[in-house]
Protein backbone atom coordinates (compact mmCIF):
# COMPACT_ATOMS: atom_id res chain seq x y z
CA UNK A 1 0.00 0.00 0.00
CA UNK A 2 1.79 3.25 -0.93
CA UNK A 3 0.38 6.98 -1.01
CA UNK A 4 -3.15 7.63 -1.26
CA UNK A 5 -4.13 4.35 -3.09
CA UNK A 6 -7.72 2.62 -2.14
CA UNK A 7 -7.03 -0.93 -2.26
CA UNK A 8 -10.23 -3.65 -2.04
CA UNK A 9 -9.95 -5.57 1.09
CA UNK A 10 -11.27 -9.11 2.12
CA UNK A 11 -10.43 -10.58 5.74
CA UNK A 12 -10.33 -14.80 5.80
CA UNK A 13 -8.80 -15.81 9.00
CA UNK A 14 -6.28 -18.41 8.74
CA UNK A 15 -7.38 -21.82 9.78
CA UNK A 16 -5.19 -22.05 12.12
CA UNK A 17 -6.17 -18.96 13.75
CA UNK A 18 -9.46 -20.40 14.44
CA UNK A 19 -7.93 -23.85 15.45
CA UNK A 20 -5.68 -21.83 18.19
CA UNK A 21 -8.64 -20.14 19.53
CA UNK A 22 -10.25 -23.73 20.37
CA UNK A 23 -7.40 -24.76 21.88
CA UNK A 24 -6.51 -21.81 24.06
CA UNK A 25 -10.23 -21.60 25.19
CA UNK A 26 -10.53 -25.56 26.00
CA UNK A 27 -6.91 -25.11 28.24
CA UNK A 28 -8.32 -22.03 29.96
CA UNK A 29 -7.18 -21.63 33.52
CA UNK A 30 -10.64 -20.51 35.32
CA UNK A 31 -10.51 -17.75 38.44
CA UNK A 32 -12.46 -18.26 41.52
CA UNK A 33 -15.88 -17.89 41.28
CA UNK A 34 -17.30 -14.38 42.52
CA UNK A 35 -18.55 -14.39 46.10
CA UNK A 36 -22.12 -12.56 44.82
CA UNK A 37 -24.93 -13.43 43.30
CA UNK A 38 -24.75 -10.63 40.76
CA UNK A 39 -22.57 -9.04 38.28
CA UNK A 40 -20.92 -6.88 40.73
CA UNK A 41 -17.72 -8.45 40.82
CA UNK A 42 -18.01 -8.32 37.15
CA UNK A 43 -18.99 -11.02 34.71
CA UNK A 44 -19.73 -14.46 36.51
CA UNK A 45 -17.87 -17.34 36.33
CA UNK A 46 -20.98 -19.92 35.29
CA UNK A 47 -21.67 -17.29 32.60
CA UNK A 48 -18.27 -16.45 31.13
CA UNK A 49 -17.34 -20.60 31.08
CA UNK A 50 -21.13 -21.16 29.08
CA UNK A 51 -20.28 -18.30 26.96
CA UNK A 52 -16.71 -19.48 26.36
CA UNK A 53 -17.93 -23.33 25.39
CA UNK A 54 -20.67 -21.84 23.16
CA UNK A 55 -17.65 -20.06 21.62
CA UNK A 56 -15.62 -23.04 21.14
CA UNK A 57 -18.07 -25.63 19.76
CA UNK A 58 -20.96 -23.56 18.12
CA UNK A 59 -19.74 -19.80 16.85
CA UNK A 60 -19.41 -19.52 13.27
CA UNK A 61 -17.20 -16.83 12.53
CA UNK A 62 -16.83 -17.34 8.81
CA UNK A 63 -20.72 -16.21 8.44
CA UNK A 64 -19.40 -12.75 9.90
CA UNK A 65 -16.77 -12.79 7.60
CA UNK A 66 -19.40 -13.86 4.65
CA UNK A 67 -21.79 -10.77 5.77
CA UNK A 68 -18.68 -8.69 6.02
CA UNK A 69 -17.74 -9.41 2.54
CA UNK A 70 -21.08 -8.64 0.86
CA UNK A 71 -20.37 -4.79 1.81
CA UNK A 72 -17.28 -2.78 -0.11
CA UNK A 73 -14.38 -2.99 1.92
CA UNK A 74 -11.36 -0.83 1.35
CA UNK A 75 -7.79 0.18 3.02
CA UNK A 76 -5.91 3.06 2.50
CA UNK A 77 -2.65 4.29 4.25
CA UNK A 78 -2.93 7.63 5.80
CA UNK A 79 -0.06 9.26 8.09
CA UNK A 80 1.90 5.74 8.37
CA UNK A 81 -1.61 4.12 9.23
CA UNK A 82 -3.75 1.40 7.30
CA UNK A 83 -7.05 2.51 7.23
CA UNK A 84 -9.84 0.12 6.74
CA UNK A 85 -13.06 1.00 5.99
CA UNK A 86 -16.54 0.13 4.55
CA UNK A 87 -17.60 2.75 1.68
CA UNK A 88 -21.64 1.85 0.32
CA UNK A 89 -22.47 4.61 -2.09
CA UNK A 90 -25.94 5.17 -2.18
CA UNK A 91 -27.82 4.44 -5.87
CA UNK A 92 -29.68 7.91 -5.21
CA UNK A 93 -28.80 11.31 -6.81
CA UNK A 94 -28.18 13.76 -4.26
CA UNK A 95 -27.32 11.47 -1.60
CA UNK A 96 -25.32 13.13 1.40
CA UNK A 97 -21.86 11.57 2.46
CA UNK A 98 -22.33 10.15 5.65
CA UNK A 99 -19.35 9.28 8.05
CA UNK A 100 -20.42 6.98 10.50
CA UNK A 101 -17.46 6.01 13.95
CA UNK A 102 -17.87 3.60 15.88
CA UNK A 103 -16.32 3.20 19.69
CA UNK A 104 -14.99 0.86 22.14
CA UNK A 105 -15.66 -1.80 22.81
CA UNK A 106 -16.94 -1.63 19.38
CA UNK A 107 -16.11 -1.93 15.69
CA UNK A 108 -17.52 -1.36 12.36
CA UNK A 109 -19.63 -4.60 13.13
CA UNK A 110 -21.94 -2.91 15.08
CA UNK A 111 -23.34 -0.81 11.83
CA UNK A 112 -23.67 -3.81 9.83
CA UNK A 113 -27.48 -3.54 9.79
CA UNK A 114 -27.75 0.02 9.10
CA UNK A 115 -25.68 0.79 6.43
CA UNK A 116 -27.91 -0.32 3.49
CA UNK A 117 -30.91 0.88 5.17
CA UNK A 118 -28.80 4.54 5.51
CA UNK A 119 -27.56 3.84 2.20
CA UNK A 120 -31.33 2.55 0.14
CA UNK A 121 -34.17 3.43 2.11
CA UNK A 122 -36.46 3.86 -0.74
CA UNK A 123 -35.82 -0.46 -0.46
CA UNK A 124 -37.71 -0.40 3.17
CA UNK A 125 -40.50 1.99 1.93
CA UNK A 126 -38.76 5.29 2.66
CA UNK A 127 -37.98 8.68 0.82
CA UNK A 128 -34.92 8.97 -1.71
CA UNK A 129 -34.38 12.28 0.11
CA UNK A 130 -33.04 10.41 2.92
CA UNK A 131 -30.21 8.36 1.25
CA UNK A 132 -26.56 8.45 2.55
CA UNK A 133 -23.18 7.37 0.74
CA UNK A 134 -21.95 5.80 3.49
CA UNK A 135 -18.20 5.40 5.12
CA UNK A 136 -17.65 3.54 8.26
CA UNK A 137 -14.09 3.35 9.05
CA UNK A 138 -12.15 1.68 11.96
CA UNK A 139 -10.58 3.57 14.00
CA UNK A 140 -7.01 3.22 14.17
CA UNK A 141 -5.97 0.34 16.02
CA UNK A 142 -9.39 -1.87 16.28
CA UNK A 143 -10.15 -3.88 14.08
CA UNK A 144 -8.52 -4.47 10.12
CA UNK A 145 -6.91 -1.13 10.79
CA UNK A 146 -3.32 -1.17 11.62
CA UNK A 147 -2.17 -0.20 15.00
CA UNK A 148 -0.38 3.08 14.81
CA UNK A 149 3.55 2.85 15.47
CA UNK A 150 3.56 6.53 17.26
CA UNK A 151 1.70 8.61 19.33
CA UNK A 152 -0.40 11.25 18.19
CA UNK A 153 -3.88 9.26 17.28
CA UNK A 154 -6.12 10.68 19.61
CA UNK A 155 -9.92 12.24 18.97
CA UNK A 156 -8.22 15.16 16.94
CA UNK A 157 -5.79 13.29 15.20
CA UNK A 158 -8.23 10.80 14.32
CA UNK A 159 -10.78 13.34 12.97
CA UNK A 160 -7.76 14.68 10.89
CA UNK A 161 -7.37 11.16 9.25
CA UNK A 162 -10.56 11.02 8.45
CA UNK A 163 -10.96 14.57 6.84
CA UNK A 164 -8.34 13.25 4.25
CA UNK A 165 -10.11 10.11 4.26
CA UNK A 166 -13.04 11.61 3.00
CA UNK A 167 -11.15 14.00 0.73
CA UNK A 168 -10.09 10.88 -1.19
CA UNK A 169 -13.18 9.42 -1.76
CA UNK A 170 -14.28 12.58 -3.35
CA UNK A 171 -15.97 13.97 -0.55
CA UNK A 172 -15.54 17.62 -0.14
CA UNK A 173 -18.71 18.15 1.95
CA UNK A 174 -19.84 15.36 4.47
CA UNK A 175 -22.24 14.92 7.49
CA UNK A 176 -20.78 12.38 10.18
CA UNK A 177 -22.12 10.51 13.23
CA UNK A 178 -20.33 9.48 15.94
CA UNK A 179 -21.15 7.27 19.40
CA UNK A 180 -18.70 6.78 22.24
CA UNK A 181 -15.05 7.55 21.05
CA UNK A 182 -17.24 8.12 18.10
CA UNK A 183 -18.59 10.68 19.44
CA UNK A 184 -15.50 12.36 20.48
CA UNK A 185 -14.70 11.95 17.07
CA UNK A 186 -16.94 13.53 15.31
CA UNK A 187 -16.76 16.44 17.44
CA UNK A 188 -12.92 17.06 16.96
CA UNK A 189 -14.48 17.02 13.16
CA UNK A 190 -16.22 20.22 14.05
CA UNK A 191 -12.67 21.75 15.21
CA UNK A 192 -10.43 20.11 12.68
CA UNK A 193 -12.55 20.90 9.30
CA UNK A 194 -15.93 22.44 10.54
CA UNK A 195 -16.20 24.33 6.86
CA UNK A 196 -16.52 20.88 5.10
CA UNK A 197 -19.23 19.53 7.70
CA UNK A 198 -23.06 19.70 6.78
CA UNK A 199 -23.50 18.85 10.45
CA UNK A 200 -23.15 16.55 13.09
CA UNK A 201 -25.20 13.80 14.46
CA UNK A 202 -24.25 12.06 17.95
CA UNK A 203 -25.47 9.19 20.16
CA UNK A 204 -25.36 11.03 23.13
CA UNK A 205 -22.47 13.82 24.11
CA UNK A 206 -20.50 14.35 27.19
CA UNK A 207 -21.24 17.13 29.50
CA UNK A 208 -18.27 17.95 31.57
CA UNK A 209 -19.23 17.28 35.39
CA UNK A 210 -18.30 21.03 36.23
CA UNK A 211 -21.15 22.19 33.89
CA UNK A 212 -23.75 19.58 35.64
CA UNK A 213 -22.77 21.13 38.78
CA UNK A 214 -23.23 24.36 37.97
CA UNK A 215 -26.65 23.81 36.14
CA UNK A 216 -28.11 21.20 38.75
CA UNK A 217 -30.92 19.11 38.05
CA UNK A 218 -34.39 20.59 37.60
CA UNK A 219 -36.40 17.73 35.95
CA UNK A 220 -36.86 14.19 36.81
CA UNK A 221 -35.27 13.24 33.69
CA UNK A 222 -31.67 15.25 34.88
CA UNK A 223 -32.14 13.74 38.27
CA UNK A 224 -32.27 10.13 37.27
CA UNK A 225 -29.21 11.42 34.19
CA UNK A 226 -27.23 12.81 37.12
CA UNK A 227 -27.83 9.60 39.02
CA UNK A 228 -26.92 7.36 36.69
CA UNK A 229 -23.75 9.53 35.83
CA UNK A 230 -22.74 9.09 39.67
CA UNK A 231 -23.62 5.41 39.31
CA UNK A 232 -21.33 5.17 36.73
CA UNK A 233 -18.73 7.74 38.46
CA UNK A 234 -18.33 5.35 41.67
CA UNK A 235 -18.47 1.71 39.80
CA UNK A 236 -17.93 1.97 36.34
CA UNK A 237 -14.85 3.46 35.09
CA UNK A 238 -12.58 1.37 36.18
CA UNK A 239 -11.54 0.26 33.05
CA UNK A 240 -11.65 3.38 31.48
CA UNK A 241 -9.04 4.26 34.44
CA UNK A 242 -6.67 1.17 33.24
CA UNK A 243 -7.08 1.79 29.32
CA UNK A 244 -5.72 5.35 30.30
CA UNK A 245 -2.96 5.05 32.07
CA UNK A 246 -1.52 1.23 31.41
CA UNK A 247 -2.91 0.10 28.15
CA UNK A 248 0.54 -1.91 27.27
CA UNK A 249 -0.08 -3.73 30.28
CA UNK A 250 -3.36 -4.56 30.38
CA UNK A 251 -3.01 -5.92 26.52
CA UNK A 252 -0.29 -8.46 27.97
CA UNK A 253 -3.25 -10.03 29.76
CA UNK A 254 -5.99 -10.11 27.37
CA UNK A 255 -3.93 -10.80 23.88
CA UNK A 256 -2.79 -13.91 25.72
CA UNK A 257 -6.38 -15.32 27.17
CA UNK A 258 -9.50 -15.01 24.55
CA UNK A 259 -11.46 -15.74 27.91
CA UNK A 260 -10.16 -12.89 29.05
CA UNK A 261 -10.64 -11.01 26.19
CA UNK A 262 -14.47 -12.40 26.24
CA UNK A 263 -15.24 -11.26 29.94
CA UNK A 264 -13.42 -7.39 29.18
CA UNK A 265 -15.79 -6.82 26.31
CA UNK A 266 -19.12 -8.92 27.20
CA UNK A 267 -19.13 -6.98 30.53
CA UNK A 268 -19.66 -3.63 28.84
CA UNK A 269 -21.53 -4.81 26.47
CA UNK A 270 -24.25 -6.22 29.68
CA UNK A 271 -23.80 -3.04 31.46
CA UNK A 272 -24.33 -0.78 29.07
CA UNK A 273 -26.92 -2.13 27.38
CA UNK A 274 -31.15 -1.51 27.35
CA UNK A 275 -32.33 -4.71 28.73
CA UNK A 276 -28.62 -7.17 28.92
CA UNK A 277 -27.56 -6.55 32.50
CA UNK A 278 -27.67 -10.37 33.42
CA UNK A 279 -27.73 -11.63 29.82
CA UNK A 280 -26.12 -9.74 26.71
CA UNK A 281 -25.60 -12.63 24.84
CA UNK A 282 -29.29 -13.16 25.01
CA UNK A 283 -30.35 -9.23 23.94
CA UNK A 284 -27.65 -9.35 21.40
CA UNK A 285 -27.78 -13.51 20.06
CA UNK A 286 -24.37 -15.23 20.95
CA UNK A 287 -23.39 -14.93 17.73
CA UNK A 288 -23.64 -11.45 17.24
CA UNK A 289 -21.50 -10.51 20.72
CA UNK A 290 -19.21 -13.31 19.83
CA UNK A 291 -18.23 -11.83 16.24
CA UNK A 292 -17.06 -8.85 18.11
CA UNK A 293 -14.82 -10.44 20.71
CA UNK A 294 -13.71 -12.87 18.02
CA UNK A 295 -12.72 -9.59 15.55
CA UNK A 296 -10.49 -8.50 18.63
CA UNK A 297 -8.64 -11.71 19.25
CA UNK A 298 -7.91 -12.38 15.40
CA UNK A 299 -6.78 -9.08 14.88
CA UNK A 300 -5.15 -8.70 18.08
CA UNK A 301 -5.90 -5.22 19.23
CA UNK A 302 -6.69 -5.21 22.87
CA UNK A 303 -3.39 -3.16 23.47
CA UNK A 304 -3.75 -1.13 20.26
CA UNK A 305 -7.79 -0.38 20.98
CA UNK A 306 -7.34 0.27 24.44
CA UNK A 307 -4.41 2.74 23.64
CA UNK A 308 -7.33 5.41 22.51
CA UNK A 309 -7.82 6.10 26.25
CA UNK A 310 -4.34 6.65 26.64
CA UNK A 311 -3.65 8.70 23.43
CA UNK A 312 -7.34 11.10 24.36
CA UNK A 313 -6.07 11.40 28.06
CA UNK A 314 -2.96 13.37 26.40
CA UNK A 315 -4.17 14.97 23.36
CA UNK A 316 -4.74 18.79 24.34
CA UNK A 317 -8.40 20.28 24.54
CA UNK A 318 -10.71 20.68 21.68
CA UNK A 319 -12.14 23.80 23.15
CA UNK A 320 -15.88 24.42 23.28
CA UNK A 321 -18.33 22.70 20.98
CA UNK A 322 -20.31 24.26 18.21
CA UNK A 323 -17.62 26.09 15.84
CA UNK A 324 -20.54 27.17 13.19
CA UNK A 325 -21.08 23.30 12.88
CA UNK A 326 -25.00 22.60 13.33
CA UNK A 327 -25.33 19.40 15.91
CA UNK A 328 -27.75 16.93 16.91
CA UNK A 329 -28.11 14.67 19.60
CA UNK A 330 -30.28 11.59 20.74
CA UNK A 331 -29.97 10.09 23.98
CA UNK A 332 -30.72 6.42 24.53
CA UNK A 333 -31.88 5.56 28.09
CA UNK A 334 -29.71 2.84 28.81
CA UNK A 335 -26.71 4.69 27.88
CA UNK A 336 -23.79 5.26 30.25
CA UNK A 337 -23.69 9.47 30.60
CA UNK A 338 -27.10 10.33 30.10
CA UNK A 339 -27.41 14.35 29.51
CA UNK A 340 -30.48 16.53 28.94
CA UNK A 341 -31.16 19.24 26.25
CA UNK A 342 -30.09 21.94 28.77
CA UNK A 343 -26.64 20.59 29.65
CA UNK A 344 -25.98 20.19 26.00
CA UNK A 345 -27.48 23.35 25.22
CA UNK A 346 -25.24 25.05 27.68
CA UNK A 347 -22.23 24.42 25.65
CA UNK A 348 -23.06 24.30 22.33
CA UNK A 349 -24.64 26.96 20.64
CA UNK A 350 -25.20 25.07 17.50
CA UNK A 351 -26.76 22.33 18.97
CA UNK A 352 -30.25 22.25 16.38
CA UNK A 353 -32.16 18.91 17.87
CA UNK A 354 -32.45 16.99 20.81
CA UNK A 355 -33.97 13.51 21.59
CA UNK A 356 -34.14 11.73 24.46
CA UNK A 357 -35.16 8.67 23.23
CA UNK A 358 -37.45 5.77 25.33
CA UNK A 359 -35.50 2.71 24.32
CA UNK A 360 -32.17 1.77 23.61
CA UNK A 361 -28.62 2.18 25.23
CA UNK A 362 -24.80 2.73 24.14
CA UNK A 363 -24.80 0.38 21.29
CA UNK A 364 -27.89 1.42 19.33
CA UNK A 365 -27.04 -0.10 15.75
CA UNK A 366 -26.89 -3.01 17.73
CA UNK A 367 -30.21 -3.06 19.56
CA UNK A 368 -32.74 -0.49 17.91
CA UNK A 369 -31.40 -0.10 14.52
CA UNK A 370 -34.84 0.67 12.91
CA UNK A 371 -34.61 3.80 16.13
CA UNK A 372 -31.19 4.12 15.10
CA UNK A 373 -31.57 4.55 11.35
CA UNK A 374 -34.74 6.97 11.96
CA UNK A 375 -33.11 9.47 13.99
CA UNK A 376 -30.37 10.11 11.96
CA UNK A 377 -32.78 10.65 8.91
CA UNK A 378 -34.56 13.21 11.23
CA UNK A 379 -31.13 14.70 12.54
CA UNK A 380 -29.88 15.27 8.94
CA UNK A 381 -33.21 16.37 7.50
CA UNK A 382 -33.40 18.88 10.26
CA UNK A 383 -29.92 20.06 9.52
CA UNK A 384 -30.27 20.49 5.68
CA UNK A 385 -33.44 22.47 6.28
CA UNK A 386 -31.58 25.06 8.05
CA UNK A 387 -29.26 25.16 4.92
CA UNK A 388 -26.11 24.77 5.65
Not at 18 to 33: F, N, V, Y
Not at 81 to 104: D, K, M, N, Q, R
Not at 148 to 153: D, E, I, K, S, V
Request: glycine share 10%; charged share 25%.
Amino acid sequence: MSGAALEPFRYEAPAEALDDLRSRLAATRWPDPETVADWSQGVPLRYLRELCEHWRLEHDWRRAERRLAGLPQFRTEIDGTAIHFLHLPSPHEGALPLLLTHGWPSSVLEFLEVVEPLADPVRDGGAAADAFHVVCPSLPGFGFSAAPRRTGWGPAGIAAAWAELMSRLGYERFAAHGGDWGAAVTRSLAHVAPERLVGIHLDGDHVPRATVERLGAETEYERRALARRNEFGKRGTGYSRLQATRPQTLGAALADSPAGQCAWIVEKFAAWSDGGAEDPAGLFGPQVLLDTVTLYWLTQTAASAARIYWEAAREPTAGPAGNGVPTAVSVYPADINLASERWIAAGDPDLIRYRALERGGHFAALEVPDLFVAELRAAFAAIRERGR
